[in-house]
C-alpha cells in the first residue's frame, strides 16, 4: 500500500505562486508514474499533470501548461507541482495520484492510490 500526503496548499493572489509537495510512504514510488488532479467546487476532477517513474516525460493540461511544472525527488519519495502565475480558475483542491506502472497517464482511471488532496484558493 501507498499513502499519499500533499501539502503546500494555501491562499494566493492572482498571478502569484504556490509549490504543492506530495510525500509518499508505505513503499517507494521510484517506478510509478505519478499524477496531480484537481477538482473545483460543482465540477469533475480534472487532469493537471502527469511525470513519469524518472522525471523523463511529462505532461500537462492545456489550461496550466507553461505555467505548472511537475517534478519528483526518488530519493525523497516525494513529487511536486511549482505552480506559477496562478488564476483564479486554478482555485481546487489538488490531488496527488500514484499508479504501478512506470509511465505517465493522464487518466484518472490509471491510478491506484489518491492522496486526501490540499486546497489551492486564487483570489482575483
Known amino acids: 500500500q501507498v499513502q499519499l500526503v500533499e501539502s503546500g496548499g494555501g491562499l494566493v493572489q492572482a498571478g502569484g505562486s504556490l509549490s504543492l509537495s506530495c510525500a509518499a510512504s508505505g513503499r517507494t514510488i521510484s517506478m510509478y508514474g505519478m499524477g496531480w488532479f484537481r477538482q473545483a467546487p460543482g465540477k469533475e476532477r480534472e487532469f493537471v499533470a502527469t511525470?513519469?517513474?524518472?522525471?523523463?516525460?511529462?505532461y500537462y493540461a492545456a489550461s496550466v501548461k507553461g505555467r505548472f511544472t511537475a517534478s519528483r525527488d526518488n530519493a525523497e519519495n516525494t513529487v511536486y507541482l511549482e505552480m506559477n502565475s496562478l488564476k483564479p480558475e486554478d482555485t481546487a483542491v489538488y490531488y496527488c495520484a500514484a499508479r504501478t506502472y512506470s509511465s505517465s497517464s493522464v487518466y484518472s482511471r490509471d491510478y491506484s492510490y489518491w492522496g486526501q488532496g490540499t486546497q489551492v484558493t486564487v483570489s482575483s
Open positions: 511525470v513519469s517513474w524518472n522525471g523523463g516525460t511529462t
